[in-house]
């Protein structure tokens, strides 16, 4: 499963943060050599994602 979260860089360009598990690890993946800026609503659904793959990761060790 792969979870994607809109964000922005610094001078405002639309970026994503991706979230995965590979085996029982999660995994994230930023916008190539940027910062990440999220607003509030963007971080309540990363951290729903990291929170999600931290779970189906637990359940595969």
């Known amino acids: 499963m792969v979870w994607r979260v809109q964000c922005g860089d610094l001078i405002s360009r639309d970026r994503c943060l991706t979230v995965y598990v590979d085996d029982d690890e999660v995994v994230l993946v930023g916008p190539p050599g940027e910062t990440a800026r999220l607003s509030a609503g963007q971080l309540g659904q990363l951290r729903a994602a990291l929170n ?10």
């Open 52 to 61: 999600e793959a931290a779970e189906l990761a637990g359940r595969r060790r």
